[in-house]
């Protein structure tokens, strides 16, 4: 189809599309909720977990600070034997079986990332780690005390943190 062509005094048609009724407005679709920030757990769920960070208000005799050298830090975890049933040809017998005994309890090391400052305090080389339970410590110390790393004196603990210094001094130059 081709256009008419229009001299200067002729108007064209009306448009149909001016008296068209106007579109309904079309609602802006609905924002995608951001994500909830992750959060630490409450400070209920905080306490059940093992204290590392001196975070409960307890008497200093039932806690002691922990100095590690181990880059990486450890776990301290505790076990008790318990007989449990093994299938054998002739049968069952009972065997002695290492079974968990307490929480996990993560002992800060040395390492850090380049550029960031370190999790905890670090004296002449050892990590501190704070508010360990007594116990759970010395059941632990207890268990490992052939273990080299006790041996060689790259963990030790005590109640408070000027003798934890001293040692660290006198420790300085074990690897």
Not at 142 to 165: C, H, Q, T, Y
Request: hydrophobic share 40%; charged share 25%.
């Amino acid at each position: 189809m081709t256009k008419p062509k229009l001299s200067g005094k002729a108007k064209p048609a009306a448009d149909k599309t001016k008296n068209a009724p106007a579109p309904a407005p079309v609602a802006p679709a609905p924002k995608a909720e951001k994500p909830a920030p992750r959060r630490r757990p409450a400070a209920s769920a905080r306490a059940a977990a093992p204290a590392t960070r001196g975070a409960e208000k307890a008497s200093s005799s039932s806690f002691v600070s922990v100095a590690c050298k181990v880059p990486n830090g450890i776990m301290l975890q505790n076990y008790r034997m318990v007989d449990a049933p093994e299938a054998a040809p002739a049968g069952t017998r009972m065997v002695k079986k290492a079974e968990k005994d307490g929480p996990a309890i993560r002992i800060h090391g040395t390492a850090r990332r380049h550029g960031f400052a370190p999790r905890c305090p670090i004296v002449m080389g050892f990590a501190i780690t704070k508010g360990v339970p007594i116990e759970h410590w010395e059941r632990w110390l207890k268990a490992n005390k052939d273990s080299a790393i006790v041996k060689n004196g790259l963990i030790f603990a005590n109640p408070d943190m000027e003798s934890v210094r001293e040692e660290a001094r006198d420790n300085r130059k074990q690897f």
